[in-house]
């Protein structure tokens, strides 16, 4: 896939910052067009995240036009916004390869381009990384200049506003933009705004407030008196009182496709001393109507024609388990009016849509704050209410000390709906439920479940909702194999597996979650028992001990680190019973995961199919 350089002349004359900065003034507006066009070619051709970047194309320009990067450090938050920024900084040419295999990684990578400061995938991580490299800046005494971008939701998140707490107490030389595009600070901007801001940023004000402050110097109770003053007056103009009282000087809000505005205002704000802020007014979906009406769909999106207007008709599938996960949670709710769900800002990636339009007062978003939401379910949960939490593997890691200390430790009937565990593909190694097994299983208190189809799931939601203690439930992103749920739920029998197949090689295959389908592959080929084990925690030892009297070796299957996860489970079963057998585990390497196409993961992995098939048969001929 490729791009017409003719269609973006511009562009081709600043094809680095460097060469950006060398444009006048007056180019800056038609660049950014030419940028956004860019962005909507190429994500078009290749697919991936989309609403966002078109919000931040001219802030982007203004930044790299102001400041002297890679020397100055600009640390994006998540990444989603940051495709303009990837195009600017020398990968324009590969920007088709985004997200694919041995592509341009999906977020900013440092190991991909110097321009990109900090590798960033979880959201509110910024101002810290931010903050960071404004200490080691003074400390070089370079005038190295460091800005953090942060979106408004990503200010949810606790550790940005703890970020946020100790820059203003060490009061670095920083600046920290928040990029609102959701109107959830202020009013819509308009010219009185912009003209404040650079009021506010400019020499002007800033010598008469400083000067001021020297004057009043030794008079402690006249200059408290005119700091409250200058406070309330313009806490009357501007929402930035919060800003400022945390230590930060608050600049704007101000329109974010403005360009030369922008370039204004942050000319005058790198001359600032001390921690800034400056709020920055964009809408998502900027310049590409449909995106524009509809920000959350267009937020990610497959390949698909910029002409026809519409995002591509989803190909008919079979259902997702978030799907089967967003039905099971309104058929408990019709049922149960006393559960309540959590979910951390994943309504829509976790099939929670319906189920939030239908039983508002049962429907919980604690925004981008993982750790926020794991113990709001456990509160919960301590006042009587079963609670489900819907959350992605990745982002339960945030939540760690909450899950161990607020759920399990308290014993509190919590279920943790974990979306997206094991390969989920094009996000990348930040994304990858690679750890939850192995950093639940030894969680005391925890019941850990894995279904491999789509009825295993629903009835092992139901189970863990019965249950009564802190229970997981991990499945994948994605459709399942077609496995029809049965409407009537049923608890299953904690900690049993089940044998789907008996074989006469003598080895026997337990599996650990989705991958069954490879593993009864795997089975036809080498005449392999096969087992769904079905629990990670208990696991079902009665049935391993019952296995092992008549198999002479094991494999065990699951897509999930095989440090610490299902594998290691058996190992140390097997060893408790004083079973020496060989055995053979077959999972995630000790290693992040890069991007691309599920299915071309698995196979480099070695977790397909006929890679299985493959490692078990060179394992039984040793």
């Not at 550790?159 to 920290?176: I, P, Q």
């Amino acid at each position: 896939m490729s791009q017409n350089i003719s269609d973006f002349p511009l562009l081709d004359q600043a094809a680095t910052p460097e060469q950006l900065r060398q444009l006048p003034a007056t180019e800056l507006k038609p660049l950014a067009d030419e940028l956004r066009a860019c962005l909507l070619s190429s994500v078009s051709q290749s697919s991936g995240h989309f609403a966002s970047g078109l919000g931040t194309v001219e802030l982007t320009v203004a930044l790299h036009y102001v400041y002297n990067t890679p020397f100055d450090r600009i640390v994006w938050d998540v990444g989603h916004q940051a495709y303009p920024h990837k195009i600017l900084t020398e990968r324009r040419d590969q920007i088709t390869s985004i997200r694919q295999k041995d592509g341009l990684h999906p977020f900013p990578w440092p190991a991909e381009s110097e321009y990109d400061t900090f590798a960033v995938g979880h959201s509110s991580t910024s101002i810290s990384a931010a903050l960071a490299m404004a200490i080691a800046a003074d400390k070089e005494g370079k005038s190295r200049k460091t800005v953090a971008v942060i979106g408004d939701g990503a200010l949810t998140g606790g550790m940005a506003f703890e970020a946020l707490n100790h820059a203003g107490d060490l009061h670095k030389d920083m600046l920290v933009i928040i990029n609102d595009n959701e109107m959830s600070i202020s009013e819509n901007v308009g010219a009185l705004n912009n003209h404040m801001a650079r009021i506010m940023s400019g020499s002007l004000y800033t010598s008469i407030r400083e000067s001021g402050k020297k004057v009043l110097q030794g008079l402690p109770t006249i200059k408290e008196m005119a700091r409250r003053t200058e406070e309330h007056l313009k806490g009357m103009v501007v929402p930035g009182t919060l800003f400022e009282e945390l230590g930060f000087n608050y600049i704007g809000p101000i329109d974010g496709h403005d360009v030369n505005g922008l370039v204004d205002t942050l000319k005058n704000m790198s001359q600032l001393k001390g921690p800034q802020i400056l709020h920055v007014m964009t809408k998502k979906g900027k310049g590409y109507a449909p995106a524009e009406a509809d920000p959350i769909g267009w937020h990610a999106v497959p390949k698909f024609n910029p002409s026809e207007m519409k995002k591509p008709a989803a190909k008919k599938s079979l259902p997702t388990y978030s799907q089967i996960f967003g039905q099971w949670l309104c058929d408990v709710a019709e049922q149960d009016e006393s559960m309540l769900a959590v979910t951390p800002a994943m309504r829509e990636g976790s099939g929670m849509v319906e189920f939030s339009r239908r039983f508002p007062k049962q429907y919980f978003d604690a925004a981008i704050a993982e750790q926020h939401a794991v113990t709001l379910g456990a509160g919960l949960a301590a006042c009587g209410h079963p609670t489900v939490v819907a959350i992605y593997s990745t982002f339960l890691q945030r939540g760690y000390d909450q899950l161990i200390h607020d759920v399990a430790l308290q014993e509190l009937p919590v279920l943790f709906a974990i979306d997206r565990a094991g390969i989920v593909g094009e996000d990348g190694p930040t994304h990858q439920g690679a750890f939850d097994l192995s950093y639940l299983r030894c969680i005391p208190n925890m019941t850990v479940m894995v279904p491999s189809d789509e009825n295993e799931c629903r009835q092992m939601l139901y189970t863990g909702y019965k249950l009564g203690k802190p229970t997981a439930v991990r499945y994948p992103r994605g459709a399942g194999i077609g496995a029809e749920p049965q409407k009537v739920m049923s608890e299953m029998p904690i900690g049993k597996g089940v044998v789907k197949r008996q074989g006469q090689s003598g080895y026997a295959l337990l599996n650990f979650g989705h991958l069954l389908s490879h593993a009864q592959d795997a089975a036809e080929a080498h005449d392999l028992t096969v087992a769904d084990m079905r629990f990670v925690k208990p696991l079902d030892l009665e049935l391993i001990g019952e296995l092992a009297e008549t198999h002479e070796g094991f494999i065990t299957l699951e897509e999930n680190a095989l440090a610490g996860g299902a594998g290691s489970a058996v190992l140390e079963a097997l060893q408790s019973m004083g079973v020496y057998k060989p055995v053979l585990t077959l999972g995630l390497p000790d290693e992040f995961i890069k991007h691309g196409a599920t299915g071309l993961v698995q196979a480099e992995l070695g977790l397909d199919s006929d890679s299985i098939t493959q490692r078990i048969g060179d394992f039984i001929q040793r």
